[in-house]
């Protein structure tokens, strides 16, 4: 903070930088108290339903020698406060203080009529003397006043926030016993003829992310370090990504470790007596993640502390809810008794990564150049693309659209990949679609695999495919990994039998046209010994989200690079890859196969004419949204090219509702200072400000249909928040908030995480932004979490929504990042925001209107918004650039009024 004009004017400037511990401690024996507690300067008070409050603050001397009191004041301006005080102190009117005398001298009132934190800095001038020539001192103290709704109470922090401490001790002597996988497992009838090596963890790479994180120095990791400097090429392919995929696994076994527990207790399962039942809140939500087939590790708790050991591994056989079920060994099973304590250890599950090593090694075995970092098209003289009749006759009309496919079937990119550049809600999925189908109807002998990296937008792309009256629906069929949930997935046209998961054998699904699988269980594929130019048409749905490794698991030893054909769809301005390494993500795993052509091929570059539609097409229309929704991510990362075609009685539903606070503009940006907070051990964050402000949206538009506006079911509403903890606090508010968990449905309300709703839209968007600390903003930046700081994950929030965009935040902290600035100003902002503007208008015009006045004050308006650094300077060399900053502020302050 800063102690400015208030203050004295004799001040050193230097005093601006001392640190925060120097202004609010108690000096020369003066003690500023309060009938609350007061933690590190700060005074907190909560308060439940709108009403003047009052805060009593005391001033006591309890040194030897009278002081004097002779100012007090807030170091900015204050819309809900009021300062008073009985003696009326000023600097013309000091309040000598005498030894062990204790004066009650401020008291404030407030009124709250919002869910907001109110946040007030107040400073105290003190001096040991009343001669002019004693310099001053001075003690801060801050006051947070929180309007705390009874639902905000029963949502607070569990428990205080407290780190959890990594266990680092391991026993010197460790037994595994190893334990029972589920059944499925057995039921492989898909032999493995290519093998999967164990790409063993190497010892070195947890001293080489050292090395790259600055801390310590080994010269024999030199190498490494230059090989991940260098750029990416065909010569270093294999050991970079190999380099690159250890350095994550090491950062995913480090963090896997934060969820171990211990004495945890079991039970055995009622239907299964041969499985034990471990209660596990949060696996539902992926912390951590848990599927079927993985391993967990047990140690009994009396045991946990000796040199040697037994750890019990168990198989996750189910996952329901919050518990999973385990497959131990006979040993565990004959000497357990109900609820026995155990230490549970967490681990990573390698076959996706071990996946990936093979997939990079093959590309570099099978000479995959052309297609990794192709060079251009093999046809010399490109031919025109042949006049295709569409299944689906909307695509007739959409000539980016008609162009992808067509290109598609006449190979034009071969044997580069061909990419399909879909932003948001221009139909790529469709794109896709119509292009399999075409594929197949055009090239009698074609065998085509389509896949994506999650099972949601794989079974996306198999549920168009079947239930289109243009393909044999017999020739298509989906692969599910056997560590999906039989009860979970779509039984119709896949390799699920009953209550279990099996895999054909390779003559059985050699035979199917179209095989629908994720990039992962596509390796099942090259296990299985399908032979290379099998598939002569490789597709990947939503490239953009894989790394390059697990998108090559679908093409290394199957597609022929010389006769085959890879697309690729995707956006490379939405979300990337999920990643936790810092340094993975810092040298390249993070940027997608699809984002790595499109910024570093000349053949996917924009030029001057647009993209070469020989090699990428990029889709223009916008099938999703209302053309306010659209504008500022079309601006921002479409080159304004976005074309606004959504059919307008649902795309305008809410141009007319009631608590727009502009008409026509489906778009509202609800400022509201609310509070960081975490509990537990959980380094998540959650605002309960936000969330009041979500259920109150909720209950307007699930019990309002005025004006012509058509009631909207739960299941058309989305909630987005960046913060696991958040997402649970909002889920929660719901089953607790009386009149919302009585709507139908509403447990078909969607709540989740920006990763979760991408390739996803609905009627309504409600985004909870949570960050109201400036202070974290770095932890959201190093980490990826968080909508600050990432273009990406902003561009998927913003552009889900068809009819209504609702935006909850604090102004102040969203203005401070460049790509939220643009969708904070312009959208009108609640009262709270008036905070600066009517006093701090009056000071800059006098002094305007004044330009002799002998001090010239500089207004910087802080990153945090809410105080003003006022420096006294008489140089002509900052005049101007007052005045500059002076005239901005008015301009800003009659936006904002």
């Known amino acids: ?72 004041t807030a170091l900015h301006w204050l819309q809900y406060f009021t300062l008073e ?46 001669q002019p020539a004693t310099r001053p001192f001075h003690i801060v103290r801050f006051i947070q006043a929180e309007y705390r709704s009874e639902l905000a109470a029963l949502l607070g922090p569990e428990a205080p926030f407290r780190p959890k401490r990594l266990e680092t001790y391991e026993p010197a002597r460790c037994n595994i016993e190893e334990g029972v996988p589920p059944e499925s497992f057995a039921r492989n009838l898909l032999k493995f003829v290519v093998p999967l090596d164990n790409y063993t963890h190497p010892s070195y790479i947890s001293d080489l992310a050292e090395v790259l994180k600055g801390s310590r120095s080994f010269p024999k990791l030199q190498e490494q370090k230059s ?41 055995k399962d009622c239907e299964n007596k041969r499985l034990l039942l471990l209660e596990l809140p949060g696996v539902s939500e992926n912390r951590p993640s848990v599927l079927r087939g993985d391993h967990l590790l047990l140690t009994k708790s009396e045991e946990v502390q000796l040199s040697t050991v037994t750890k019990y591994k168990g198989y996750v056989h189910r996952v329901e809810l919050d518990q999973v079920k385990l497959g131990f060994s006979r040993r565990l099973l004959d000497g357990f008794i109900d609820n026995m304590k155990f230490r549970v250890e967490f681990t990573v599950n390698r076959l996706p990564l071990k996946l990936q090593h093979r997939a990079v090694h093959m590309a570099v075995q099978h000479e995959l150049r052309d297609v990794l970092f192709p060079v251009g098209s093999r046809s010399v003289t490109p031919e025109s693309p042949p006049a295709l009749r569409l299944f689906d006759q909307k695509l007739d009309k959409n000539p980016e659209q008609k162009n992808a496919v067509c290109n598609i079937v006449a190979g034009t990119s071969k044997p580069a990949p061909y990419l399909v550049f879909g932003p948001p809600g221009t139909g790529k999925t469709v794109t896709i679609v119509e292009a399999i189908k075409q594929v197949k109807l055009n ?69 199917y046209k179209i095989l629908v699988s994720t990039l992962v269980t596509a390796g099942r594929l090259v296990s299985g010994g399908f032979p290379i130019g099998h598939f002569s048409h490789i597709f990947v749905d939503e490239a953009g989200h894989a790394v390059e490794p697990e998108a090559i698991i679908s093409v290394a030893g199957l597609l022929n690079a010389e006769t085959g054909q890879l697309v690729l769809a995707g956006d490379p301005k939405q979300l990337g890859p999920i990643l936790r390494s810092p340094f993975a993500i810092r040298y390249g795993l993070g940027l997608s196969l699809l984002e790595r052509l499109m910024t570093q091929n000349e053949l996917y570059q924009k030029g001057t004419t647009g993209y070469d539609n020989r090699y ?63 509990e537990s051990n959980s380094p998540s964050f959650f605002n309960t400000s936000e969330i009041d402000i979500i259920i109150d949206y909720m209950k307007k538009l699930l019990t309002q249909a005025k004006k012509g506006i058509a009631k909207i079911s739960p299941k058309e509403i989305g909630i987005i928040a960046p913060y696991r903890k958040q997402v649970e606090k909002i889920r929660k508010a719901i089953k607790l908030h009386r009149e919302l968990k009585s709507f139908l449905g509403i447990e078909e309300l969607k709540v989740g995480s920006v990763e979760e709703f991408q390739g996803q839209e609905r009627k309504v968007i409600i985004v909870s932004t949570v960050r109201s600390d400036k202070k974290h ?73 004044d330009p002799s006045h002998p001090g010239h004050s500089l207004f910087e308006l802080l990153p945090s918004g809410r105080r003003y650094r006022v420096l006294k300077t008489r140089t002509n060399r900052l005049r101007n650039s007052f005045y500059a900053k002076a005239i901005s502020f008015l301009n800003t302050a009659k936006k904002l009024n």
């Open 1 to 72: 903070f800063d102690i400015l004009q208030h203050l004295s004017m004799r001040s050193s400037v230097a005093a601006l930088y001392l640190p925060r511990s120097v202004f609010i401690s108690d000096k020369s024996g003066v003690r500023v108290s309060s009938e609350l507690q007061i933690e590190d300067g700060m005074i907190q008070l909560f308060v439940e339903k709108a009403e003047i409050c009052e805060l009593k603050l005391f001033v006591e001397n309890t040194g030897q020698d009278a002081v004097y009191f002779t100012y007090y």
């Open 85 to 130: 005080d009985s003696r009326r102190v000023t600097r013309n009117n000091p309040l000598r203080l005498e030894p062990c005398e204790c004066n009650q001298t401020v008291q404030e009132k407030l009124v709250l009529v919002l869910f907001l934190v109110y946040p007030a800095t107040l400073a105290f001038e003190f001096k040991e003397n009343t």
């Open 227 to 267: 090989l991940l400097e260098s750029d990416l090429g065909f010569h270093n392919y294999l050991e970079r990504f190999d380099l690159l995929l250890y350095l994550e696994e090491d950062q995913m076994r480090l963090d896997i470790k934060r969820y171990n527990k211990d004495d945890v207790s079991m039970v």
């Open 443 to 511: 090239i009698p002998d074609a065998y085509i695999l389509a896949c994506a990296p999650s099972n949601s937008a794989a079974d996306q792309l198999c549920e168009k495919l079947i239930t289109s009256e243009h393909v044999d629906a017999r020739k298509i069929y989906r692969v599910y990994a056997s560590s999906r949930n039989p009860k979970d997935i779509l039984k119709k046209n896949s390799n699920v039998e009953g209550n279990t998961i099996i895999f054909p054998c390779k003559e059985d699904l050699m035979s």
């Open 616 to 678: 990428v097409t990029k889709l223009l229309r916008n099938y999703r949204s209302h053309p306010s929704i659209l504008k500022i991510p079309n601006e921002m990362f479409y080159d304004g090219e976005l074309v606004a075609c959504a059919d307008e009685m649902i795309s305008h539903q809410y141009c007319k509702w009631e608590h727009l606070p502009k008409s026509e503009f489906p778009v509202i940006f609800h400022g509201v200072i609310g509070k960081d907070e975490r």
């Open 777 to 849: 903003i770095i932890l959201d930046e190093t980490f990826n979490i968080g909508f600050l700081k990432n273009e990406k994950r902003f561009n998927v929030a913003v552009t889900r929504a068809k009819s209504l965009l609702i935006m909850v935040g604090n102004p102040i902290i969203l203005r401070t990042d460049a790509t939220w600035a643009q969708k904070v100003i312009g959208c009108p902002l609640p009262s709270m925001e008036e905070l600066h503007s009517s006093r701090c208008l009056l000071k800059a015009q006098k002094i305007l209107k």
